[in-house]
């Protein structure tokens, strides 16, 4: 199976494939704003999103990103939703990513969420009706391909990164790459002074050495936590408990980093649903975490013990 054998060379170059491709990716794009707003080009022909959404499908669902081969039941469960907020030439159009990313629970139905991102409403880029998006390494092509192949080897390497110790490093890479090459093109959100959500952010979070921890943060809250929770729940809330631990010394030491952030974001619930009936001493210990690293979230806990 694929989850035991991807410590072989991850990246290779992305090319179309009939088959093997990793996701399983639902796409959306939402132009409703557009239809009720007094806009130049918000008309009521809506083929160029239709054939947007299309374009996005094929480009994340059709195309190989990595060197693995997955089988059907082993593809990666995922969803982006294109929120279009403004058109102001029949190509050049302004929205919202958001991203969700799925990871399935051994020996379980449940999948758990691994990465929930909405990103600020400025995405900027161009599109004509019926363009196929082009994409490669190295090469920019336009703002929409290169921010959604960004994302996606994002979301490889936190995915690989929850089965094994640091084992999406190569995929950070490949987006360091893809936000590299982007910067030339001008488009914001590419530099880190386009601000503390910019998606340069994610990328250096993921490969500087000085934020290392989150990857073991990734592996040990599923490997040793949440995959073993069918098995022996003491032993997996031991597992969670110290990668929150480990979350929270990485906090400490650099408050504030994006990702570490999405990671409390996008888990919050479901900690609060595997710590309910936990002992009070687990669950004044995340309480205490959580308060420290996210005191916007502390109001989900409000029937735990907190002493």
């Not at 032993?235 to 990671?263: C, E, K, N, T, Y």
């Not at 710590?275 to 210990?285: G, L, T, V």
């Not at 205490?288 to 029937?303: A, H, L, Q």
Request: aromatic share 14%.
């Amino acid at each position: 199976m694929i989850l035991r054998r991807f410590i072989l060379p991850l990246l290779c170059a992305a090319v179309l494939s009939v088959s093997a491709q990793e996701f399983r990716c639902m796409v959306q794009v939402n132009y409703q704003k557009l239809m009720t707003t007094t806009q130049q080009f918000s008309t009521g022909d809506t083929r160029v999103y239709e054939s947007l959404k299309q374009a996005l499908d094929d480009f994340v669902n059709s195309r190989k990103w990595t060197a693995l081969d997955f089988e059907q039941q082993e593809k990666i469960d995922c969803s982006i939703s294109l929120i279009l907020t403004e058109q102001s030439s029949p190509t050049d159009f302004k929205g919202q990513l958001q991203l969700q990313l799925r990871r399935p629970v051994f020996n379980s139905s449940y999948t758990s969420g691994l990465f929930n991102y909405l990103e600020s409403a400025d995405f900027a880029f161009t599109y004509n009706e019926s363009q196929s998006l082009e994409w490669d390494a190295g090469s920019f092509y336009g703002n929409l391909s290169s921010t959604v192949a960004y994302y996606l080897y994002i979301m490889l390497g936190i995915y690989f990164d929850s089965f094994a110790p640091d084992g999406g490093a190569g995929f950070y890479d490949m987006a360091s790459v893809i936000a590299q090459t982007a910067q030339t093109a001008g488009f914001k959100g590419w530099r880190g002074t386009d601000g503390q959500k910019a998606r340069y952010w994610f990328s250096e979070n993921h490969t500087n050495s000085a934020y290392a921890s989150l990857h073991t943060v990734y592996y040990l809250y599923h490997r040793q936590g949440l995959d073993l929770m069918t098995r022996d729940q003491q032993q997996a809330r031991a597992g969670i408990l110290q990668a929150a631990d480990l979350l929270l010394q990485l906090h400490r030491a650099h408050p504030g980093v994006l990702s570490g952030q999405q990671f409390v974001s996008t888990k919050i619930d479901e900690l609060v649903s595997i710590f309910k009936p936990a002992p009070p001493e687990e669950q004044a210990r995340l309480y205490r975490i959580v308060k420290e690293i996210s005191p916007v979230n502390i109001g989900k806990f409000k029937d735990f013990n907190t002493r």
